[in-house]
C-alpha cells in the first residue's frame, strides 16, 4: 500500500510539474510579446522595415513589410490594407478602389463635383488591366523599394448587366443619364426596355490611358511637386508603413473644353471584425461617418481643405477605443503635362458622400485636353496603433492540451486519493 501511494503521488507531482511548465510556457509567451511592445523597433529600422513581395497563382500581389501588408486585388485597382501581426486584418482591415472617373461642369462654381453635374462617366472596372510588381535593391541585395502598377488596357469583351450596381450610389440612377438593364445585343429590345443604350457605349475611352503606380520605401522618401515655376508642394512618405499612389491619367476625351474631371476613391473601412469609423479632417471640424450610413441627397458635400497643410487626409478610427490606426492622404496639388510637354503645377480640391457600404471620395482635376495629370494620394497605418493580436495572448494548441491535460489527470488523481 505504500508503494501505491508513494506511485500516486510521484504521478501526482509529475502532473503538477506537466502543468505548471504548460502555463509557464503560454506566459513566457506573453512576455515575449510585452517585451517586443517595450522595445518596439525604431522608426526606419532597415532590417525590420524591409518590403517584400508575393505572387499569387490568380495574379494577386502581396506587399509587407513587418508593420504593413497591402493585397492588390488582380481584376481592377483595388488595394487592402491591415497590420502584418495581425493576421489577415482580422482587427484592422481598410480598403480603397479606384471604379469611376466622371467628367462634370461645375455649374455652382465650387471646384467640386456634385452628381448632378455628371456629363459622362466611364466605369474603370470594365477595362482589363494589367498588375506589375518588382523591387529594387541596394548594393547588399536589401529591397529599398517595392513597386506595382496597375495599366488600363483594352474594353473587356463582357461585363455583368448589373456592374454600376457596384459602384454607383443608387441617386445615379434617377439621373438623365439613363442605364440600361438589359442585353445591347437584343435586337427585339425596346426603348422602354434599354433606355438610352449609348449609355453603355465607352468606346470613346478606349484610348485614353490610366496607370496606377504603388510604391512602398524602406525608409523615408522626401518628395517634391514641381513644374516650371519651380517647387510647388513638399510631401514624406513614411518607409515601411506607407503605400504611395501616383494615378496618372492621359489622352482623356473631355466632351466639353470647360469641363473637369473626378476620379472615384471608394473607402470602406468595416473590412475587420471591430468597428471603426471615418473621420475627415477638414479646416472648420472633423466629420465622422461610417460607411453603413446612407444619404438621399447632398450627394457632393464639399471637402473642407485645412489652411496650414498641403496635405489633405482621412482617418480610419477604431470606434470602440477612439485610436486612430491608419489615413487615407492626399496632396491638394496635381502635375499636368500639357500637349506642347510644359508642365503646371494645378490644384486638387475633394467632395464626398457615403451609400450604405462606402465612402465616396471625388478627387476633382481641371481639364487637360490632349494632354495628362498625375496625382498622389496614399494610405498609411500608424505604427504606434499596432493593435493587440488575439492569438499572442492566447495559448497554442499544443499548449492547451498540455493544459487540459494536466488539469484531467489531476482531477482523476484526487478522486483516487479521496476514496482511498
Known amino acids: 500500500m505504500k ?30 510579446d510585452d517585451d517586443d511592445d517595450d522595445n518596439e523597433p525604431e522608426h526606419n529600422d532597415s532590417e525590420e522595415h524591409e518590403p517584400d513581395y508575393e505572387r499569387d497563382e490568380d495574379g494577386t500581389v502581396w506587399i509587407q513589410t513587418d508593420i504593413m501588408t497591402v493585397k ?28 469611376m472617373l466622371v467628367e462634370f461642369e461645375d455649374s455652382n462654381g465650387d471646384g467640386v463635383y456634385q452628381f448632378n453635374e455628371t456629363i459622362a462617366f466611364v466605369p474603370l472596372t470594365i477595362f482589363d488591366w494589367t498588375l506589375q510588381v518588382g523591387s529594387i535593391t541596394d548594393d547588399q541585395g536589401q529591397n529599398t523599394e517595392v513597386y506595382a502598377s496597375y495599366t488600363k488596357g483594352a474594353l473587356l469583351d463582357e461585363w455583368d448587366d448589373d456592374w454600376f450596381d457596384e459602384w454607383l450610389p443608387d441617386s445615379f440612377n434617377d439621373m438623365g443619364l439613363d442605364l440600361a438593364d438589359g442585353d445591347d445585343d437584343d435586337d427585339n429590345s425596346t426603348d422602354d426596355d434599354h433606355h438610352d443604350t449609348q449609355a453603355l457605349n465607352f468606346t470613346q475611352y478606349e484610348s485614353m490611358t490610366v496607370q496606377f503606380y504603388g510604391h512602398i520605401y524602406l525608409t523615408d522618401y522626401n518628395g517634391t511637386v514641381s513644374d516650371e515655376e519651380g517647387v510647388q508642394a513638399n510631401y514624406t512618405i513614411d518607409g515601411g508603413m506607407e503605400f504611395k499612389i501616383d494615378i496618372e491619367i492621359g489622352n482623356f476625351p473631355f466632351l466639353s473644353n470647360t469641363s ?63 485610436v486612430t490606426r491608419g489615413f487615407y492622404r492626399w496632396l491638394d496639388k496635381a502635375v499636368m503635362t500639357l500637349p506642347n510637354n510644359s508642365q503646371i503645377v494645378v490644384d486638387v480640391a475633394a467632395s464626398y458622400w457615403v451609400d450604405d457600404s462606402e465612402l465616396y471620395l471625388f478627387l476633382a482635376y481641371p481639364n487637360f485636353d490632349g494632354g495628362s495629370l498625375i496625382h498622389d494620394p496614399s494610405v498609411k497605418l500608424l505604427e504606434s496603433a499596432i493593435p493587440e493580436v488575439a492569438q499572442s495572448w492566447s495559448p497554442t494548441l499544443s499548449n492547451g492540451v498540455l493544459i487540459a491535460s494536466g488539469i484531467i489527470a489531476l482531477a482523476a488523481i484526487v478522486v483516487v486519493l479521496k476514496r482511498r
Open 72 to 99: 492588390l486585388d488582380s481584376e481592377y485597382p483595388k488595394y487592402q490594407f491591415w497590420y502584418t501581426p495581425d493576421e489577415n486584418g482580422s482587427i484592422t482591415k481598410f480598403q480603397v478602389k479606384y471604379t
Open 260 to 322: 473637369k474631371i473626378a476620379i472615384l476613391n471608394s473607402l470602406d473601412e468595416d473590412l475587420s471584425e471591430e468597428d471603426h469609423k471615418i473621420r475627415l479632417h477638414e479646416s472648420d471640424e472633423d466629420e465622422e461617418h461610417d460607411s453603413d450610413e446612407e444619404w438621399d441627397d447632398d450627394l457632393g458635400v464639399e471637402f473642407d481643405e485645412s489652411d496650414d497643410d498641403e496635405i489633405e487626409e482621412l482617418s480610419f478610427v477604431d470606434s470602440s477605443n477612439n
Open 3 to 32: 508503494r501505491k501511494d508513494l506511485l500516486i503521488k510521484m504521478l501526482a507531482i509529475s502532473m503538477m510539474f506537466l502543468l505548471i511548465s504548460s502555463i509557464a510556457s503560454v506566459s513566457a509567451q506573453g512576455d515575449d
